[in-house]
T-cell receptor, first 117, second 116 residues
Framework: ETGVTQTPRHLVMGMTNKKSLKCEQH?????MYWYKQSAKKPLELMFV???????ENNSVPSRFSPECPNSSHLFLHLHTLQPEDSALYLC????????????????FGAGSRLTVL | AQKITQTQPGMFVQEKEAVTLDCTYD???????LFWYKQPSSGEMIFLIY??????QNATEGRYSLNFQKARKSANLVISASQLGDSAMYFC?????????????FGKGTRLSVIA
C-alpha cells in the first residue's frame, strides 16, 4: 500500500450511531490532517496533528473526536451526528522538516463519504 | 473575508486547447505559498503545482504552469493541451507564513470539463 488510505470509503449512519473513520499513511510523514468537504463550500480544516500531538482544532463540535495513536494512523470518531455533518471527510499527511518549509505538500486520501440520516 | 477566491464555478475547454483557471488571494504576510490541487470524481485531492511568494519565476510542472502576479495577488493555473482526463474540480490554496504545518486554506474550486 502506498500514499494515504482512508476507510471506509462510504458510510451511512443514523444520528444516534457511533462510528469511526480511519486514515493510514505510508509516506513516513510527521503531520496528519482531517478536512471536511461539504457541497459548494471550501474545504474546512478540522484537526491537525504534528508528531502525534494535536496542534489545531478549529472549533469543531465535540461530536467529532480525533485520535492519533502514532504518526501513521489517524482516526475520526463520530457520535450523535447531525444531517448537516453529511460530507466528504478527507485525510491528509505532510512532512514538515522545520524551518523555512512553507512548500511542504499535503498528500490526500480519497476520502470517506459520510451520510447522516 | 475570503482568503482564496476562485470566481469561475465551471469552465469548459476543447480537447488540446489551453485553459486558465483564476485564483486571487488575500494576505498581509510577505511569506506565503500557493498551491493548486485537482480533485477527480474519485475524490482524492492530487497536488499539481506550488509557487512560493519569493519565487521570481513562474512555477511549471509538465502541462501545468502558474501565472503568478504578486502585485495583483493572483495565481492563475494554466493547463496546456487539455486532455479528457483533466476534467475535474481544481482548487487553489494558500499557506501563510513559513511554518510547514500552518494549514492550507482552500478556495471553493472550479469545475473543469474538457470536451472532445
Amino acid at each position: 500500500e502506498t500514499g494515504v488510505t482512508q476507510t471506509p470509503r462510504h458510510l451511512v449512519m443514523g444520528m444516534t450511531n457511533k462510528k469511526s473513520l480511519k486514515c493510514e499513511q505510508h509516506l513516513g510523514h510527521n503531520a496528519m490532517y482531517w478536512y471536511k468537504q461539504s457541497a459548494k463550500k471550501p474545504l474546512e480544516l478540522m484537526f491537525v496533528y504534528s508528531l502525534e500531538e494535536r496542534v489545531e482544532n478549529n472549533s469543531v463540535p465535540s461530536r467529532f473526536s480525533p485520535e492519533c495513536p502514532n504518526s501513521s494512523h489517524l482516526f475520526l470518531h463520530l457520535h450523535t451526528l447531525q444531517p448537516e455533518d453529511s460530507a466528504l471527510y478527507l485525510c491528509a499527511s505532510s512532512q514538515d522538516p522545520g524551518g523555512l518549509s512553507g512548500a511542504n505538500v499535503l498528500t490526500f486520501g480519497a476520502g470517506s463519504r459520510l451520510t447522516v440520516l | 473575508a475570503q482568503k482564496i477566491t476562485q470566481t469561475q464555478p465551471g469552465m469548459f475547454v476543447q480537447e488540446k486547447e489551453a485553459v486558465t483557471l483564476d485564483c486571487t488571494y488575500d494576505t498581509s504576510d510577505q511569506s506565503y505559498g500557493l498551491f493548486w490541487y485537482k480533485q477527480p470524481s474519485s475524490g482524492e485531492m492530487i497536488f499539481l503545482i506550488y509557487q512560493g511568494s519569493y519565487d521570481e519565476q513562474n512555477a511549471t510542472e509538465g502541462r501545468y504552469s502558474l501565472n503568478f502576479q504578486k502585485a495583483r495577488k493572483s495565481a492563475n493555473l494554466v493547463i496546456s493541451a487539455s486532455q479528457l482526463g483533466d476534467s475535474a474540480m481544481y482548487f487553489c490554496a494558500m499557506r501563510e507564513g513559513v511554518s510547514g504545518n500552518t494549514p492550507l486554506v482552500f478556495g471553493k474550486g472550479t469545475r473543469l470539463s474538457v470536451i472532445a
